[in-house]
């Protein structure tokens, strides 16, 4: 479906500019293939194919890079990226995919990035200009309305939905370059990869998106048209525009009586909420948690985290047949002096560099009474692989009849292992109510060894999030994440 443009920018008041030097990207380097090889080399494979150890947990795919084929650019159809516009994915990251930001990146690392990511996808020429966009036209009252017609003249619907919900007649056909199956952008949520300011989406219609079935409008469209449709389709989400996580700081005050620790405890009520934004490793078009707030307390003796999130619906594994349970976790780097952009993977640690992760699932509750489940040697004593945790079963995950919280730890994807019971030293508990689950997790600040999260007042830890939504089948990779936050306890 990708055309290479005819030029015809000109008469709708689009123009070529020469490439903006600004976000130029310097000669391939050492310092790029390092860093690609510590960032992205996990998802978009060592040689930029697409392979990395986390693809096949991921949908829509990581990019393979060796196409030359990019959704997001300034550029013709059939045109390559322009540095900038590969700046801007490498820092904002794509919605609405496992793509995420790297913003606490340098900007001088992230175009040693993107050099890097063109020398993978053999990108030698200059793309011959960029489109350059004016500044949007005021809204009347008739612009939306202008907007929603076109919307069904010009056939969004087909792919889109009447409303804009990715439910068109194409849902379930649509395929991407690769034959891999591509969901359409749901509208209602804000889902924008290549940005949502009213000039970003006016550029997806005059570049379209290569690889994809999204077609250029360039000939069909004239500019105010494009506007018009842009603040249409904005206005089928309000003002919401979903962020991909990148990074940030949540700061755990210090106070001196108790850390409250059951989630509707008054205390919390004053203690400062970090939103953090989520992002699904699978993608799908019913409700996912797209941000998960936190407060975070401690004593000098204990801690205590307040997760919260929105769900539409309580789901435990033993509601309904084939039902997942509603589950958080917190993850902790055991290497707090790394830096983050030589952390381990976000998503479930790596290889050699193991994580701690504290693990509340609602069916664990459930669970309390029976069986006496295998209980795991320690992790450093070779790790029992729980393969199943990482790739299809949660059944599998060893249970603690007395736990409602789990200590676990893991190398990567399908190594979750519970740490052993005497070693178990994380309490919490969750609530639902009004939409809204609060799970709070506690622990001494003291650690009970090697794999167990340091956490010393006046010290900041690598932290990242992730939520399970049951209904909608979430569960075991199928997740919402964050990527690495800062978790600083104060002195
Ligand atoms: C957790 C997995 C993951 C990591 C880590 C990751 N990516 Fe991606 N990346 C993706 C996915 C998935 C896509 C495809 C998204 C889509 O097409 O909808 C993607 C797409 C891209 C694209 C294509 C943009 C376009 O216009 O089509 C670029 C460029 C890119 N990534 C660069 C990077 C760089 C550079 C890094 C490391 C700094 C990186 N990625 C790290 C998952 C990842
Ligand atoms: C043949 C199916 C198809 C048609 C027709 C179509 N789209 Fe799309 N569109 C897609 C797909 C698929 C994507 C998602 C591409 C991706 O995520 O990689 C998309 C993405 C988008 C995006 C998101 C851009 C971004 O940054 O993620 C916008 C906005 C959009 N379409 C608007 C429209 C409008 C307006 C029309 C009608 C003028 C239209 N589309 C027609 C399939 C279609």
């Avoid at 919307?151 to 409303?163: L, P, Q, S, V």
């Avoid at 998106?209 to 500019?223: A, C, N, Q, R, V």
């Avoid at 983050?340 to 193991?354: C, D, N, V």
Wanted: one cysteine or more; glycine letters at 10%.
């Amino acid at each position: 479906m990708t055309r290479i443009v005819k030029w015809a920018w000109v008469s709708f008041g689009v123009f070529l500019m020469g490439t903006a030097s600004e976000g130029a990207a310097p000669a391939p380097s050492r310092q790029g293939e390092a860093l690609y090889k510590e960032q992205c080399s996990i998802c978009h494979g060592a040689e930029g194919k697409g392979d990395g150890s986390a693809a096949e947990f991921l949908f829509p795919k990581p990019r393979n890079f060796t196409t030359g084929t990019f959704k997001v650019r300034s550029t013709p159809s059939g045109s390559p990226p322009t540095d900038q516009d590969l700046l801007n994915t490498v820092t904002q990251g794509m919605p609405g995919s496992a793509m995420p930001g790297f913003s606490f990146l340098s900007k001088g690392d992230r175009l040693a990035l993107v050099s890097h990511v063109k020398r993978l996808a053999n990108l030698q020429e200059k793309p011959e200009g960029t489109i350059a966009v004016s500044s949007p036209p005021a809204a009347t009252p008739e612009t939306l309305a202008q907007g929603k017609k076109l919307y069904r003249e010009m056939k969004c619907w087909e792919c889109h939905g009447d409303e804009g919900r990715a439910d068109g007649p194409s849902t379930g056909t649509l395929k991407d370059d690769s034959g891999e199956a591509i969901l359409a952008n749901d509208f209602t949520r804000g889902i924008y990869k290549g940005g949502g300011t009213l000039s970003d989406i006016v550029f997806r219609f005059a570049t379209g998106m290569d690889g994809t079935p999204m077609p250029s409008y360039e000939d069909s469209l004239k500019e105010p048209e494009r506007w018009a449709l842009a603040r249409y389709v904005k206005s089928l989400a309000g003002p919401k525009v979903a962020v991909q996580p990148t990074t940030g700081t949540v700061v755990v005050k210090r106070v001196s009586g108790p850390v409250p620790t059951d989630t509707m405890d008054p205390a919390w009520g004053k203690v400062p909420a970090v939103p953090v934004p989520l992002m699904l490793l699978w993608q799908r078009n019913e409700a996912a948690a797209d941000e998960v707030s936190v407060k975070a307390l401690h004593n000098g003796k204990e801690i205590a985290l307040l997760l919260e999130w929105k769900d539409e619906e309580v789901s435990t594994r033993f509601r309904r047949d084939r039902h997942f349970a509603d589950a958080a976790a917190v993850m902790f780097s055991l290497a707090p002096q790394v830096p983050l952009s030589r952390q381990a993977h976000f998503a479930m640690g790596e290889k050699k560099k193991p994580v701690n992760i504290w693990y509340w699932a609602l069916d664990r509750r459930m669970d309390l009474v029976g069986v006496e489940p295998p209980v795991q040697p320690a992790f450093a004593r070779g790790p029992a692989l729980v393969a199943g945790w990482g790739s299809g079963n949660a059944a599998s995950v060893p249970l603690r009849p007395s736990a409602i919280v789990e200590d676990l730890n893991a190398e990567g994807f399908g190594t979750l292992t519970a740490q052993p019971r005497a070693d178990q030293n994380v309490n919490g508990s969750g609530f639902y109510a009004a939409g809204r689950w609060r799970v709070v997790f506690t622990r001494d600040l003291r650690s009970r060894g090697a794999l167990d999260a340091p956490l010393e007042p006046g010290r900041a830890i690598p932290v990242a999030f992730a939520v399970w939504n049951g209904s909608a089948e979430d569960r075991d990779g199928q997740k919402a994440v964050s990527t690495w936050y800062r978790l600083v306890l104060a002195r």
